[in-house]
């Protein structure tokens, strides 16, 4: 059953902690993504990785960091510098082919105490 | 500055019925466009994509159709039926266009309610 994984599904956090979110995918996706959604908002990208090892920021990096190490796996951590972590954050990914159709994981809800 | 832009929140409409979602953006390298369903608290699904060579793309009850001229999409569902009711979320990409680097753009989405 080939898809995108995402743990935990609800994640409580204490002010001023880190926290690690897991995005796994076993489509042999070379391009993984995490994005962010709040009440009547889109998604917006947080970060994404085109090849193993390499990653770039994406329209609200900052107070996010992530890391590609495998190609099946983008983990996502909240630092404590992000100012309003609470929120439903999804990954995806994709083949990076002609029709560029990213494929998301159920989602982390993540809320600060 | 909002490159894509669903101006209607939420939409109601009976069972049956036609529903029609509607996008514009504004970025005119944007060459890809898709359209995904999402319900609360689960990741977005997959619905239908269109690229810019065509003006119609059709499977099953859902039709996107393409505007270029007016940098405008919509989405067509007929009919509509009650497991419809999700937000929909328009999406662009400027993949072909080569400006870009794999990454979609989100509108905010907007709320179809269909009503049994």
């Known amino acids: 059953d080939g898809g995108i994984t995402q743990s935990p599904k609800y994640l409580f956090r204490k002010e001023g902690q880190n926290v690690t979110l897991s995005c796994e995918q076993n489509?042999?996706?070379?391009?993984m993504y995490w994005y962010r959604q709040d009440p009547g908002q889109g998604l917006r990208l947080i970060y994404y990785?085109?090849?193993?090892?390499?990653?770039q920021k994406g329209d609200i990096a900052e107070g996010y960091s992530v890391s590609r190490e495998k190609k099946e796996s983008f983990p996502l951590t909240v630092t404590s510098a992000q100012k309003n972590p609470t929120a439903f954050y999804l990954c995806?990914?994709?083949?990076?082919?002609?029709?560029?159709?990213?494929?998301f994981g159920p989602g982390t809800r993540l809320t600060v105490l | 500055d909002q490159q894509v832009k669903q101006n209607s929140p939420s939409l109601s409409v009976q069972e049956g019925r036609i529903s029609i979602l509607n996008c514009d953006y504004t970025?005119?390298?944007?060459?890809?466009f898709l359209w995904y369903k999402k319900y609360p608290a689960e990741g977005p699904t997959f619905l239908i994509s269109i690229s810019s060579i065509k003006d119609k793309n059709e499977d099953g009850r859902f039709t996107v159709f393409l505007n270029k001229s007016a940098k405008h999409l919509s989405l067509h569902i007929v009919p509509s039926q009650p497991g419809d009711s999700a937000v929909y979320f328009c999406a662009a990409s400027d993949f072909f266009s080569g400006a870009g680097s794999y990454q979609l753009t989100f509108g905010k989405g907007t709320k179809l309610s269909v009503i049994p």
């Open positions: 970025n005119s390298m944007f060459d890809y």
């Open positions: 489509l042999n996706h070379d391009a």
């Open positions: 990785s085109q090849i193993v090892n390499d990653f």
């Open positions: 995806a990914s994709s083949m990076m082919t002609a029709t560029d159709t990213q494929y």
